[in-house]
Nanobody
Framework: QMQLVESGGGLVQPGGSLRLSCAAS????????IGWFRQAPGKERESVSC????????EYSDSVKGRFTISRNDAKNMVYLQMNDLQPEDTADYYC????????????????????WGQGIRVTVAS
């Protein structure tokens, strides 16, 4: 069974940084595209970033481009989201997700392409 677990969230001041981790169990992340999504209170879930299954190319939403970096360490079965220059509007629950199929690149902005989801981790940006 594919399971994903996020960690690394918390409270940070505006301008600060956090690194979220997504750990996989029950499968090997190598060969899977992984997406990060977030959902702020009272808002719809939105795509944040994706890393592809084959060439590790990445995609970012306009709101985080230049501030967030997605990466993977297949040896550790982990995907990371480095978040810099955090702003109050980044406050949300963050989720990592994977499609069912390996070596398949989903439409990163569409959550329906992702089948396995972590439980989410809260990120709060406030002074």
């Amino acid at each position: 069974q594919m399971q994903l677990v996020e960690s690394g969230g918390g409270l940070v001041q505006p301008g600060g940084s956090l690194r979220l981790s997504c750990a996989a169990s029950g499968f090997t992340l190598d060969g899977y595209a992984i997406g990060w999504f977030r959902q702020a209170p009272g808002k719809e879930r939105e795509s944040v970033s994706c890393i592809m299954s084959d060439d590790d190319s990445t995609e970012y939403s306009d709101s985080v481009k230049g501030r967030f970096t997605i990466s993977r360490n297949d040896a550790k079965n982990m995907v990371y989201l480095q978040m810099n220059d955090l702003q109050p509007e980044d406050t949300a629950d963050y989720y990592c997700a994977a499609p069912y199929l390996s070596y398949y690149n989903p439409v990163c902005t569409d959550a329906t392409y992702f089948d396995s989801w972590g439980q989410g981790i809260r990120v709060t940006v406030a002074s």
